[in-house]
């Protein structure tokens, strides 16, 4: 059993207390009457694309650090985190400082791609972050608000410079939802409605060890994952042309939070080198410390020549950029262009972010905290077999929900279990827990805690999560 530990001083310390119950002090009837009023007004106005609200029933009232509040007076510990895009949680004071710096000095907050003090700052702070050896002779582009935006810039960057059309891409990988993007993307759901994505995109098996496509699992696996890359690569008839570039995440987060080996990675790199294919390295949620480095491609060693990042990068506003070998920079002037790429306010919370977070040693923190919650959900998986697998890297982690009442496949794992890992996600929302589900058949639960979490935090966030997932097994039997 996870020890209970109070988390009362850190809810003081937020300012967030105001005579409500800390969370998982009690179970939450949701919706809430007033979360009810504003969830039945979005059903009615916002389009059916909408996701989250479908399973977080909460309308938001103030956020500070990890704890968010609900119109009800609900606290939630958030480990969803935007998606992982507040790196430092819900209003920290070094972001608003900045924002309020800034804004105090009348810089026009919107500059297309013209030049600001702000702007060059983040620049040499970003530039200042990453390994020397791929910073001498990187290039940077601003991109429009979300990830997607970086990816599709870099797909057009690598197009130009090789004159090739053709992309890989991984089974499991997400690179966001514009249209080329999701060509990218190994999720089925999202895809099958559109027609006419991106041709050319091919998808190669990545090392998920707990379902290996091989059927081999561990090195085995992902040794002849990197065997079948080569062969094919090399296969004069494998019917695909030669790539303009290949595209992965060191970890895979909406794909069910699988890290590549590190062995892998380096095969891989060695492979698209020796071949001049343009490595893409889709940092858009790993990037900024929270995989325990700055960039999870360091854990590796290796240098990509596409880094694109997002997320964390505008210290919670929106802002995306790509950085690539200057030997890319092949484009035409105005090749890609859009109008927000010029965020100066997201400039400005991001290069605070990224100060803190290397000021801080936050990377080693996230490896910390990391370590400290995968070893409580490991605790809890030895009481509940149907946590097939805990796994992550820093404060990526995830826990596969399975069904152990039917034979497991030859690797030793148990089919996907999408209906108990949603009852576990609603069950641990009704005690104050914000987490996601992802994965493949939406079966792995998913935690991006901030990187500022402090271990009575992550003490308290196991003690629910077991909980909840007591309350949704109970509801199985």
């Known amino acids: 059993m996870v020890s209970l530990s109070s988390s009362a001083p850190s809810i003081l310390e937020s300012g967030f207390q105001d005579g409500h119950a800390a969370p998982g002090a ?40 990890i704890y968010i509040k609900d119109v009800d007076g609900n606290l939630y510990f958030d480990c969803l985190a935007g998606a992982g895009s507040l790196a430092l949680g819900h209003n920290h004071p070094a972001v608003l400082a900045a924002m309020r710096e800034a804004l105090d000095t009348n810089l026009p907050l919107h500059t297309l791609d013209l030049t600001t003090p ?33 990816v599709e810039a870099a797909l057009k960057l690598v197009k130009t410079a090789t004159g090739r059309r053709s992309v890989l891409s991984f089974q499991g990988g997400y690179h966001g939802m514009t249209h080329g993007a999701l060509s990218l993307t ?52 494998s019917g695909i042309v030669s790539p303009a570039a290949m595209i992965l995440e060191i970890v895979q987060g909406e794909g069910g939070v699988i890290p590549a080996p590190d062995e892998w990675l380096r095969q891989i790199r060695s492979l698209t080198r020796d071949r001049n294919i343009p490595l893409i390295v889709d940092e858009i949620q790993s990037g900024l410390g929270r995989t325990g480095k700055l960039y999870a491609f360091e854990h590796s060693g290796i240098m990509p020549d596409v880094l694109l990042l997002s997320k964390a990068i505008g210290g919670s506003l929106p802002l995306s950029v790509v950085l690539y070998d200057e030997a890319l920079d092949q484009w035409a002037p105005g090749a890609h262009a859009g109008t927000f790429r010029g965020n100066q306010l997201a400039m400005a919370a991001g290069t605070a972010t990224l100060r803190y ?15 400290r919650l995968m070893a409580h959900l490991r605790q809890i998986q030895s009481d509940f077999p149907c946590l097939g ?20 496949n030859r690797c030793g794992s148990y089919p996907a279990y999408s209906q108990l ?22 079966s792995v639960i998913r935690f991006l805690p901030p990187l500022i979490v402090t271990a009575e935090q992550i003490d308290s966030i196991s003690e629910i999560f077991e909980r909840g997932v007591k309350a949704a097994v109970e509801q199985f039997l």
């Open 26 to 65: 009690q179970n939450i009837t949701l919706p809430g009457p007033l979360s009810k009023r504003y969830l039945d007004r979005q059903q009615q106005r916002e389009s059916n694309a909408r996701s989250y609200p479908r399973r977080i029933h909460l309308a938001i009232r103030e956020a500070k650090g």
């Open 118 to 150: 702000i702007k060059d700052t983040f620049v040499e702070e970003l530039f200042a972050s990453l390994p020397g050896e791929f910073a001498r002779k990187a290039k940077i582009q601003f991109c429009g608000p979300s990830g997607a935006d970086a």
């Open 186 to 237: 190994g999720n089925l759901k999202a895809k099958q409605a559109v027609s006419g994505l991106m041709p050319d995109v091919h998808f190669l098996p990545y090392p998920y060890a707990y379902r290996c496509p091989f059927g081999l699992g561990g090195e085995a696996g992902h040794h002849m994952s990197s065997h079948y890359i080569e062969s094919l690569l090399d296969d004069p008839e």
């Open 357 to 371: 977070i290397v000021e801080n040693r936050l990377s080693d923190h996230a490896t910390k905290m990391g370590d």
């Open 389 to 408: 697998e805990v796994r992550g890297r820093g404060l990526m982690v995830g826990v596969e929900i399975v069904n152990p009442a039917i034979a497991a």
């Open 421 to 442: 890992a949603s009852c576990i996600q609603a069950e641990c929302l009704r005690r104050g827990l914000i987490i996601e589900i992802g994965g493949r058949h939406s």
